[in-house]
């Protein structure tokens, strides 16, 4: 699999919003979910936004459900994942994950082992 790539992370100051987005290789095949993560220093990595890659369905943490919104384009082959009212707590390094699996880990995109392929990450950072 050929790593999916981040881009949009940077410094906003709390309240502001940004957008991350996702690019997934044509080489990149199957793919049945694209999710997002994030991983803030000394933590562990968590879940925050996941789509089915064919329909509409969508996944989000609860905490965060209310200020995140994942969008995608399958013919750009593109994830945007849109962050609105960031606030400190919201730093991290941002990663966007691809599933190849049509029947994810445990029956959920909510898991990261659900996930065969990982980018880089990008950093957002929110200023107070």
């Known amino acids: 699999q050929v790593q999916p790539v981040e881009s949009g992370g940077g410094l906003v100051q709390a309240g502001e919003s940004l957008t991350l987005s996702c690019v997934v290789s044509?080489?990149?095949?199957?793919?049945?979910?694209v999710g997002w993560f994030r991983q803030a220093p000394g933590k562990d990595r968590e879940f925050v936004a996941a789509a089915r890659w064919s329909g509409d369905t969508t996944y989000y943490a609860d905490s965060l459900k209310e200020r995140f919104i994942i969008s995608k384009d399958n013919t750009k082959r593109t994830v945007d994942l849109r962050l609105s009212s960031l606030k400190p707590e919201d730093t991290a390094v941002y990663y966007c994950?691809?599933?190849?699996?049509?029947?994810?880990?445990?029956?959920?995109?909510?898991?990261?082992?659900?996930?065969?392929?990982w980018g880089q990450g990008t950093q957002v950072t929110v200023s107070s």
């Open positions: 994950a691809v599933s190849s699996l049509k029947y994810p880990v445990a029956n959920s995109y909510y898991s990261g082992r659900s996930y065969d392929s």
């Open positions: 044509r080489r990149t095949f199957p793919i049945h979910a």
